[in-house]
C-alpha cells in the first residue's frame, strides 16, 4: 500500500475518532432520555451548544480559567436539563408521547433563540488545551487537544458505564428504564430519576459541546447538526441502548470522516444521513437494538 495512503488513512481515522467521541456522548443523552421517558429529547444537540457557549463567556468575559469554565457549563446546562423535565414535561407527564416529544423540539427551538440572543450569530471558538503544536503518531498529525477529546470522552462513557452497574442509583434508572411501574411499586422514585437522566443529558451534552468548541467553530445554530449526528449515530447503534449509542456514535464518525476523506468533503454531513437511511432499510433496530415490535 502506498505510504501517502497509509498517512491519509491514518489521518482520517483519528479525525474520526475524534468526531466519533463527540457524537458518542450527544448520543448517549439522546439513550438516557430515552430510557427514562421513552421520548426523543431534540434538545439535546442545543444542550452541546448551550455548553460550548457557556464556556466561552466564562472563559473570554468573565477571565475563569478553562477547566473552571468548563465545569461550570456543565453544571449550568445540566440545571437547563433539570428545568425542561421539572417544567413543562412534567406538567405534561400524562399527556401521549408524541406531545412530549413535541415539547422538545419547542425547547429545541427556544434554546437556539435564547443562544442567537446571548452571543449573536457570530461564531466563537476556545484555546485548545495543551498548545496547538501537532505530534506524529503512526503517520498521523495529532493535535493535543484531540487527545483530550477522545481521552476525557472515554472516561466519562466509562464512569457511566461504571455507574449504572455497580451503584444503587444506577441500577434504580436501569430498572426505571425497563420497567417504570414495576420500580415505582418497590418504592424507586421515578420522578426524581427522571430527573436526574435529563441532568445528566445536559451534563453530558455540555461536555461534547466544550470538547469540540476548540477543534471548531461554535455558533447558536450548530448544536442542531451535532444533535442530528448524535441522533442519527444513536439509531445506528440501536436507539436505547447504552453500548449501541457509544458503538454507534464511534462508527459514524469513522464513516463520515472516511466518506469525506476519500470521496468529497463537500458531503460530509450528508454521510450521517445516507448511513442513518441504509441503516434503517437493513436493520431498523440498529446494531445492538431489540427487534420487538409495538403497535402505535
Not at 134 to 159: D, K, M, N, R
Request: glycine share 14%.
Amino acid at each position: 500500500m502506498d505510504s501517502v495512503l497509509i498517512q491519509q488513512l491514518a489521518q482520517f481515522v483519528v479525525s474520526g475518532i475524534t468526531s466519533g467521541s463527540v457524537y458518542a456522548l450527544i448520543a448517549l443523552g439522546f439513550c438516557l432520555v430515552q430510557n427514562a421517558t421513552g421520548i426523543v429529547n431534540f434538545a439535546q444537540g442545543d444542550f452541546v451548544m448551550l455548553g460550548g457557549l457557556t464556556a466561552v463567556s466564562l472563559f473570554q468575559d468573565w477571565g475563569l480559567p478553562l477547566p473552571f469554565a468548563f465545569v461550570l457549563a456543565m453544571a449550568f446546562t445540566a440545571l437547563v436539563g433539570l428545568a425542561l423535565e421539572g417544567g413543562p414535561l412534567r406538567h405534561a407527564r400524562n399527556r401521549e408521547v408524541l406531545v412530549l416529544v413535541m415539547i422538545t423540539v419547542g425547547a429545541s427551538i427556544s434554546l437556539r433563540g435564547a443562544g442567537m440572543l446571548a452571543w449573536g450569530k457570530n461564531v466563537h471558538t476556545l484555546p485548545a488545551m495543551g498548545g496547538d503544536a501537532p505530534f506524529i503518531v503512526l503517520s498521523a498529525a495529532v493535535l493535543p487537544q484531540t487527545l483530550w477529546v477522545i481521552g476525557i470522552s472515554l472516561a466519562v462513557l466509562c464512569l457511566l458505564f461504571l455507574f449504572y452497574r455497580h451503584t444503587l442509583v444506577g441500577k434504580a434508572m436501569r430498572a426505571v428504564a425497563d420497567n417504570p411501574y414495576g420500580a415505582a411499586l418497590v418504592g424507586i422514585s421515578v420522578r426524581r430519576l427522571v430527573a436526574l437522566a435529563f441532568a445528566l443529558a445536559g451534563a453530558v451534552g455540555a461536555l461534547a459541546g466544550v470538547l469540540i468548541t476548540p477543534l471548531t467553530t461554535m455558533s447558536y445554530s450548530t448544536g442542531l447538526m451535532l444533535g442530528l449526528k448524535g441522533f442519527a449515530g444513536a439509531i445506528l447503534g440501536g436507539y436505547g441502548s447504552t453500548l449501541g449509542a457509544v458503538v454507534g456514535g464511534y462508527l459514524l464518525g469513522l464513516l463520515e470522516s472516511l466518506g469525506a476523506g476519500f470521496v468529497s468533503s463537500a458531503y460530509k454531513d450528508a454521510f450521517a444521513f445516507l448511513i442513518l437511511l441504509g441503516i434503517l432499510f437493513v436493520r431498523p433496530a440498529g446494531l445492538f437494538g431489540s427487534e420487538r415490535v409495538r403497535r402505535l
